[in-house]
């Protein structure tokens, strides 16, 4: 049995960042994929993280996580945090790389703890399909949600192919999902990607909303109307975490609930870019979620 506190074990990275947008620019501040996630995740339900975090990823950071109520017990040590350098321009919508050091994921062998093994919901977001593989393969009976994003498409294709095809939902946001399916139009492109076996995909609009596609339905969830977007950074991992925790916390995965974990996702990621880091994804609570929840009900009326 997963570990009693534990209701969905998500697999990324930890990271420290350097980002700069065009509202100000932040050095070895803590992100990756699975931070994001988990605090997301943690508003919705008690998430177990599987990372690898370097001797100079600060503790603060994750007494922070701590503090939120994640699990850690799948936390393994390394020399150096995987580090991420990146930049938006005017259209925040495309994160630019300006370096990549994969440091601590580097030959990363996962430390899966046998509590997280029957998990029913597994989010393996962000990192080398590799490790994704690894992770699916010793959950088996679990909801697989899957994320990536254009570094793994370019390196690692054959093995994200392979990853893809264990995940009952695949998130990807436009340029990714054109990227992978080398298809220019988005339903062509969704279709591809059903087609390898998951009952789910998730096209992320940034600004614009999202799609989900499934066999014969659609559904199309607006974004919120931000004005205070100050960093996008993580919002993507923060959609996924919520979505997985979401589906965790109903304990359902049936297209209606999907949907509804989508416009949660879209909420949470919402509040992830009003300030840079984690900082604001840290301070939300449920209270603030659920208003700009029943806000993307009412924009959806006509
Ligand atoms: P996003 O939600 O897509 O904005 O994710 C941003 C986070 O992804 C940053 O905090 C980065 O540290 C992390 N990241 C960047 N590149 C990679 C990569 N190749 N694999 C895993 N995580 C990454």
């Known amino acids: 049995m997963p570990n009693k506190k534990t209701d969905l074990v998500i697999l ?24 994001y996630a988990a605090i997301a995740a943690s508003h919705f339900a008690v998430p177990g993280v599987i990372s690898i975090a370097g001797k100079d990823f600060p503790p603060a ?4 996580l701590k503090s939120r109520g994640i699990n850690l ?9 995987f580090r991420w350098k990146g930049y938006y321009e005017f259209d925040m919508n495309e994160a630019k790389t300006l370096e990549t050091k994969l440091n601590s994921i580097e030959n990363y062998a996962p430390e899966i703890p046998l509590a997280y093994q029957s998990t029913k919901f597994l989010l393996l977001s962000n990192i080398d399909p590799k490790v994704q593989i690894k992770v699916a393969a010793s959950c088996l009976k679990a909801f697989v949600v899957l994320d990536t994003m254009n570094y793994w498409i370019k390196h690692s294709r054959k093995k994200l192919t392979e990853a893809m ?3 009952d939902l695949i998130v990807l946001n436009d340029a990714e999902a054109r990227q992978f399916s080398v298809e220019v139009n988005l339903v062509k492109a969704a279709k591809a990607i ?43 991992d923060s959609f996924a975490g919520t979505l997985t925790a979401y589906l965790a916390s109903q304990g359902k995965t049936d297209e209606k609930t999907v949907r509804k974990a989508i416009i949660s ?9 009003e ?7 840290i301070k939300l609570n449920k209270k603030l979620i659920e208003e700009r929840y029943d806000i993307f009900k009412e924009i959806r009326k006509f």
């Open 275 to 281: 300030d840079f880091s984690i900082n604001k994804l």
């Open 194 to 236: 059903l087609r390898m076996g998951p009952k789910y995909v998730v096209i992320k609009k940034g600004e614009h909303g999202a799609l989900l596609f499934s066999e014969g339905k659609h559904f199309s969830a607006p974004a919120y109307p931000l004005e205070e977007a100050k960093d996008p950074t993580g919002a993507g």
């Open 12 to 35: 990324g990275t930890i990271a420290l960042d350097d980002i700069k947008t065009p509202f100000g620019s932040v050095s070895s501040v803590p992100g990756g994929s699975a931070t």
């Open 61 to 64: 950071q994750l007494v922070k």
């Open 165 to 167: 095809k264990m995940a």
């Open 265 to 273: 996702a879209s909420s949470v990621a919402s509040y992830c870019t």
């Open 73 to 81: 017990e799948g936390l393994s040590k390394a020399d150096k945090t």
